[in-house]
């Protein structure tokens, strides 16, 4: 009887430890703690550049072509679900014609966007429509109808820091009571992104 007391302090010691280790990690046996890499009423803002491609920049007479331009982006953002969120973008474009005349455009859009996950990998559909401020060749055109559609994939670095690519198509119209100068460009850009989330 002597001998069987101190091996069951000894065992009762030692189921102890095994329980306040239990205690320590914060999880309830056989149900494991669920994380999420953005919850509702996270932000982030967005940086990006892209090269902008004219699909087409036309009027009725279709006598208008372009070289490839460029658009910088800044943008901010608030999630309203785990993967919903809804912002703005503002920017600057421009783009170069053959007859050497820049357009330039200066957007700002409101965006809702769904965004999926993979272990690190994110990947957001977003939807926009805003209006810009276009100028062409000294003609001011403002407001500016902006249509966008972006499908993209991003590596999250870390907690706060996110890098990738998005594929935009953007379609501008410029509505005018003379159909002769009536215009609807389309462009797809190819965004080099970050976000800073917060």
């Not at 669920?34 to 982030?44: C, V």
Request: charged content about 10%.
């Amino acid at each position: 009887m002597k001998r069987l007391l101190p091996l069951f302090l000894l065992l009762a010691l030692c189921s102890f430890g095994l329980t306040a280790q239990n205690a320590d990690t914060g999880s309830i046996e056989g149900i494991e703690p669920l994380y999420t890499t953005n919850q509702m009423g996270d932000k982030y803002i967005k940086i990006s550049i892209s090269p902008t491609f004219p699909l087409c920049f036309f009027n009725q007479k279709n006598d208008i072509s372009m070289y490839v331009g460029g658009l910088f982006g800044l943008g901010f953002h608030i999630f309203l679900t785990d993967n919903f969120s809804v912002g703005g973008d503002a920017g600057f474009g421009f783009n170069i014609t053959i007859g050497s005349n820049v357009f330039n455009y200066i957007p700002i859009i409101a965006t809702a966007t769904w965004q999926f996950q993979y272990k690190q990998w994110e990947f957001p559909l977003t939807a926009g429509i805003g209006f810009a401020w276009e100028l062409y060749n000294g003609y001011l055109y403002w407001p500016g109808l902006i249509l966008e559609a972006q499908a993209g994939a991003q590596y999250r670095i870390d907690s706060n820091w996110a890098a990738g690519g998005e594929l935009t198509y953007m379609f501008m119209p410029q509505f005018n009571q003379d159909p002769a100068k009536t215009k609807a460009g389309h462009f797809i850009d190819v965004t080099l992104l970050a976000r800073y989330y917060f």
